[in-house]
């Protein structure tokens, strides 16, 4: 069984960085592709990023030089990195795989001052 978790959320002021960690478990092969969600209350769950085996990785327009997607397939885990946090990053985030649409439970990303 596919099982995706989220961490590393919390409270970051403007400016400031936060790392996101998604760990997969149950699979047999490495996964060709993780995906990054977020999720504003009463607005739908936007892409963020994706990382793949085999195509260059893809960024939002309103991350694009800000966050950086990475695996580490190792320790079964891709990585958000997010830099230069902003109030409009504040979004529950999730990780998805795509082929079995799998979901992570998500973390909460808070950007204020």
Do not use: H
């Not at 409009?88 to 439970?105: K, R, S």
């Amino acid at each position: 069984q596919v099982q995706l978790v989220e961490s590393g959320g919390g409270l970051a002021q403007p400016g400031e960085s936060l790392r996101l960690s998604c760990t997969y478990s149950g699979f047999t092969f490495e996964p060709s592709v993780i995906r990054w969600y977020r999720q504003v209350p009463g607005k739908e769950r936007e892409l963020v990023a994706i990382i793949t085996l085999t195509r260059p990785t893809y960024y939002a327009d309103s991350v694009k030089g800000r966050f950086t997607i990475s695996r580490d397939a190792g320790k079964n885990t891709v990585y958000l990195q997010m830099n230069i946090l902003q109030p409009e990053d504040t979004a529950v985030y999730y990780c998805n795989y795509p082929t079995g649409d799998a979901w992570g439970q998500g973390t909460q990303v808070t950007v204020a001052s």
